[in-house]
T-cell receptor, first 110, second 112 residues
Framework: DQQVKQNSPSLSVQEGRISILNCDYT??????FLWYKKYPAEGPTFLIS?????DKNEDGRFTVFLNKSAKHLSLHIVPSQPGDSAVYFC?????????FGAGTTVTVRA | DAGITQSPRYKITETGRQVTLMCHQT?????MFWYRQDLGHGLRLIYY???????DKGEVPDGYVVSRSKTENFPLTLESATRSQTSVYFC???????????FGPGTRLTVT
C-alpha cells in the first residue's frame, strides 16, 4: 500500500516556463517532506524540504507548498531550465525512515 | 573519498547465486538504508540500520540479509538470487540531526 503517490509519471515543459510537480500522501504521521532529483545512472540528490508545521519553503528557483488538510504537496520550478530534466521523487519522513513516491520524469524543451 | 560509495556498480549473476552489495560511508552517520528502485514503484526500503549491530526490516525485506558490524559499512546480501531481484539498488545514510538522506551512486543488478 503506497503511502506517497505521484500520479503524473511525466511532465514536459518549455524552457523558461513553470514546472509544477504534485504529490499526495495518506499517513498523518509524516512530519517532514522532501524532494529529490535523480539523473540517469546517479543516486538521488536532495533538492528541498518542508516541515509539516509550515506551508511553504523557497530556495532559489524551487518552492515547495504543503497543504496538510488535503495531504498534498507540490514543487514549483521557476523558470525551468534544461538542466532540470530529471526524475523527481517526493518523499515523506516518519521515525527516521523515508517513504517515496514513484517519481515524475520532467523534460524541459528548448 | 568522502561521501557514500557502493560496489560493484554493475553486477550480473545467475539465479540461485549468493550476491553481496557493498556500501561504505565516511560521514559517521548513524543511520544507513538500502533501497531498490523499480519502474512504477519509486524507491522501496529493504532494510535499515540505526547503529552498528542494530538492523530492522523495511517494506520489502524478503530474500535479503544485512549486517552492520562497523558504523561505516552496511552490506546487503541476496542469499539466493531470483529474477525478481533484478533492480537498481541504492544505499543511503543520514545523521540523527537531519531528515535528509544522502544516496550512493547505485548498483545495477541483473539476475539471469
Amino acid at each position: 500500500d503506497q503511502q506517497v503517490k505521484q500520479n503524473s509519471p511525466s511532465l514536459s515543459v518549455q524552457e523558461g516556463r513553470i514546472s509544477i510537480l504534485n504529490c499526495d500522501y495518506t499517513n498523518s504521521m509524516f512530519d517532514y517532506f522532501l524532494w529529490y532529483k535523480k539523473y540517469p545512472a546517479e543516486g538521488p540528490t536532495f533538492l528541498i524540504s518542508i516541515s509539516s508545521i509550515k506551508d511553504k519553503n523557497e530556495d532559489g528557483r524551487f518552492t515547495v507548498f504543503l497543504n496538510k488538510s488535503a495531504k498534498h504537496l507540490s514543487l514549483h520550478i521557476v523558470p525551468s531550465q534544461p538542466g532540470d530534466s530529471a526524475v523527481y521523487f517526493c518523499a515523506a519522513h516518519n521515525d527516521y525512515k523515508l517513504s517515496f513516491g514513484a517519481g515524475t520524469t520532467v523534460t524541459v524543451r528548448a | 573519498d568522502a561521501g557514500i560509495t557502493q560496489s560493484p556498480r554493475y553486477k550480473i549473476t545467475e539465479t540461485g547465486r549468493q550476491v553481496t552489495l557493498m556500501c561504505h560511508q565516511t560521514w559517521s552517520h548513524s543511520y544507513m538504508f538500502w533501497y531498490r528502485q523499480d519502474l512504477g514503484h519509486g524507491l522501496r526500503l529493504i532494510y535499515y540500520s540505526a547503529a552498528a549491530d542494530i538492523t530492522d526490516k523495511g517494506e520489502v525485506p524478503d530474500g535479503y540479509v544485512v549486517s552492520r558490524s562497523k558504523t561505516e559499512n552496511f552490506p546487503l546480501t541476496l542469499e539466493s538470487a531470483t529474477r525478481s531481484q533484478t533492480s537498481v539498488y541504492f544505499c543511503a545514510s543520514s545523521g540523527t540531526e537531519t531528515y535528509e538522506q544522502y544516496f550512493g551512486p547505485g548498483t545495477r543488478l541483473t539476475v539471469t
